[in-house]
Protein backbone atom coordinates (compact mmCIF):
# COMPACT_ATOMS: atom_id res chain seq x y z
CA UNK A 1 0.00 0.00 0.00
CA UNK A 2 1.25 3.31 -1.06
CA UNK A 3 1.51 6.05 1.90
CA UNK A 4 2.92 9.47 2.11
CA UNK A 5 3.01 11.00 5.33
CA UNK A 6 3.38 14.88 5.79
CA UNK A 7 4.08 16.40 9.07
CA UNK A 8 6.34 19.97 10.03
CA UNK A 9 2.99 22.49 9.01
CA UNK A 10 2.09 25.05 11.67
CA UNK A 11 2.10 28.92 12.13
CA UNK A 12 5.19 31.19 12.16
CA UNK A 13 5.09 34.91 11.74
CA UNK A 14 6.26 36.07 8.37
CA UNK A 15 9.91 35.98 7.95
CA UNK A 16 10.49 32.68 9.97
CA UNK A 17 11.30 29.44 9.09
CA UNK A 18 9.76 25.62 8.66
CA UNK A 19 10.62 22.41 7.12
CA UNK A 20 7.96 19.55 5.95
CA UNK A 21 9.11 16.08 5.49
CA UNK A 22 7.50 13.88 3.37
CA UNK A 23 7.73 9.79 4.06
CA UNK A 24 6.72 7.66 1.52
CA UNK A 25 6.30 3.73 1.18
CA UNK A 26 4.95 1.42 -0.96
CA UNK A 27 6.97 1.79 -3.91
CA UNK A 28 9.46 3.62 -5.75
CA UNK A 29 9.13 7.30 -7.12
CA UNK A 30 10.34 8.84 -10.54
CA UNK A 31 9.74 12.41 -8.73
CA UNK A 32 8.13 13.58 -5.52
CA UNK A 33 7.06 16.81 -4.89
CA UNK A 34 5.21 19.67 -3.05
CA UNK A 35 1.43 21.47 -4.00
CA UNK A 36 0.14 23.78 -2.18
CA UNK A 37 -3.78 25.22 -1.87
CA UNK A 38 -4.66 28.37 -0.20
CA UNK A 39 -8.28 29.05 0.58
CA UNK A 40 -10.69 29.94 -2.73
CA UNK A 41 -7.53 28.84 -4.83
CA UNK A 42 -6.44 26.17 -7.09
CA UNK A 43 -4.06 23.39 -6.25
CA UNK A 44 -0.36 25.51 -7.44
CA UNK A 45 2.95 23.58 -7.57
CA UNK A 46 5.62 24.54 -5.18
CA UNK A 47 8.76 22.06 -5.31
CA UNK A 48 9.64 19.07 -6.90
CA UNK A 49 12.82 16.58 -7.08
CA UNK A 50 13.76 14.10 -9.23
CA UNK A 51 14.73 10.72 -7.41
CA UNK A 52 17.27 9.46 -9.87
CA UNK A 53 19.67 12.62 -10.51
CA UNK A 54 18.40 14.86 -7.89
CA UNK A 55 17.30 17.67 -10.25
CA UNK A 56 14.89 19.98 -8.60
CA UNK A 57 12.35 22.50 -9.89
CA UNK A 58 10.68 25.64 -8.02
CA UNK A 59 7.90 27.74 -8.65
CA UNK A 60 8.84 31.34 -9.37
CA UNK A 61 7.00 32.61 -6.35
CA UNK A 62 9.27 30.48 -3.96
CA UNK A 63 12.91 30.25 -6.15
CA UNK A 64 15.42 31.20 -3.51
CA UNK A 65 12.98 30.82 -0.35
CA UNK A 66 12.20 27.05 -0.81
CA UNK A 67 14.63 24.64 -0.61
CA UNK A 68 13.60 20.41 -1.64
CA UNK A 69 15.94 18.09 -0.62
CA UNK A 70 16.36 14.11 0.11
CA UNK A 71 19.34 12.47 1.30
CA UNK A 72 19.05 8.56 -0.30
CA UNK A 73 16.23 6.47 -1.19
CA UNK A 74 15.06 5.44 2.39
CA UNK A 75 14.78 9.32 4.03
CA UNK A 76 12.16 11.97 3.97
CA UNK A 77 12.35 14.79 1.25
CA UNK A 78 12.33 17.83 2.71
CA UNK A 79 10.96 20.94 2.02
CA UNK A 80 12.98 23.94 3.84
CA UNK A 81 10.69 27.28 3.81
CA UNK A 82 12.89 30.43 4.71
CA UNK A 83 11.80 34.15 4.41
CA UNK A 84 8.29 32.73 4.76
CA UNK A 85 5.47 35.40 3.48
CA UNK A 86 1.29 35.36 3.76
CA UNK A 87 1.06 34.71 0.51
CA UNK A 88 2.81 31.01 1.22
CA UNK A 89 -0.07 30.30 3.66
CA UNK A 90 -1.75 27.03 2.54
CA UNK A 91 -2.02 23.70 2.86
CA UNK A 92 1.04 21.72 1.60
CA UNK A 93 0.63 18.33 0.11
CA UNK A 94 3.58 16.03 -0.71
CA UNK A 95 2.70 14.12 -4.12
CA UNK A 96 4.81 11.36 -5.97
CA UNK A 97 4.87 10.02 -10.02
CA UNK A 98 6.41 7.00 -11.71
CA UNK A 99 6.32 8.99 -15.20
CA UNK A 100 8.60 11.02 -16.27
CA UNK A 101 7.03 14.72 -16.67
CA UNK A 102 7.17 17.51 -14.46
CA UNK A 103 5.11 19.72 -12.51
CA UNK A 104 1.82 19.56 -13.34
CA UNK A 105 -0.66 18.61 -10.47
CA UNK A 106 -1.61 15.92 -13.56
CA UNK A 107 1.06 13.53 -13.07
CA UNK A 108 1.28 12.84 -9.82
CA UNK A 109 -1.14 9.71 -8.85
CA UNK A 110 -0.05 9.96 -5.53
CA UNK A 111 -1.11 12.53 -2.52
CA UNK A 112 -0.54 12.88 0.88
CA UNK A 113 -3.41 14.07 3.23
CA UNK A 114 -1.79 17.84 3.32
CA UNK A 115 -0.11 19.90 6.00
CA UNK A 116 -1.64 23.66 7.09
CA UNK A 117 1.43 26.25 6.74
CA UNK A 118 0.22 29.63 8.01
CA UNK A 119 1.97 32.60 7.87
CA UNK A 120 1.50 35.66 10.19
CA UNK A 121 2.24 39.15 9.77
Known amino acids: QVQLVESGGGTVQAGGSLRLSCAAS??????MGWFRQAPGKEREFVAA????????YYAPSVQGRFTISKDNAKTPVYLQMNNLITDDTAVYYCAATTSWGCCNARNFGYWGQGTQVTVSS
Open 26 to 31: GRAFSI
Open 49 to 56: IRWNGGDT
